[in-house]
Structures are given as structure tokens and as C-alpha cells.
């Protein structure tokens, strides 16, 4: 078996340390990409919202075109 992976000697409160170290690492690392994935999302959104402005001023546009 590996030392590092050899958990089963460890006293438990080195595994609790370890443990504490590796949930701040997840923290951090995985709340900045939901932060980061986040803006992005909100982007998308208001770029669909743009879109959707263009998609019913085109179609005004061109119901007007074909009502005249």
C-alpha cells in the first residue's frame, strides 16, 4: 500500500486537519468556478434578453412590411 494513501495509521485528529485543509481547498477552489459560472450564466442571460429584443423588433419590422 502507498504511504500516502495509507490512512489507517494516522492518528484522527491528523486525518480531521487534513480533512479541514481539504474542504478549504474545495471551498475555494470550486466556489471561485461557481462564482466564475455564475457571471457567465448572468452574460448568457442578458444576452438572450438582447436577442429576444432584436427577434420582436425584426418581426414588428416585418409584419408592418407585409401589413402596409
Given at each position: 500500500m502507498n504511504k500516502s494513501t495509507d490512512n489507517s495509521k494516522k492518528h484522527p485528529r491528523q486525518?480531521?486537519?487534513?480533512s479541514q485543509k481539504l474542504t478549504g481547498w474545495l471551498n475555494k477552489n470550486f466556489g471561485l468556478q461557481c462564482l466564475v459560472f455564475f457571471q457567465k450564466f448572468q452574460t448568457y442571460i442578458?444576452?438572450?434578453?438582447?436577442?429576444?429584443?432584436?427577434?420582436?423588433?425584426?418581426?414588428?419590422?416585418f409584419c408592418d412590411a407585409i401589413n402596409r
Open positions: 486525518l480531521l486537519m487534513h442578458e444576452y438572450v434578453e438582447v436577442l429576444k429584443k432584436r427577434r420582436n423588433a425584426i418581426g414588428l419590422t
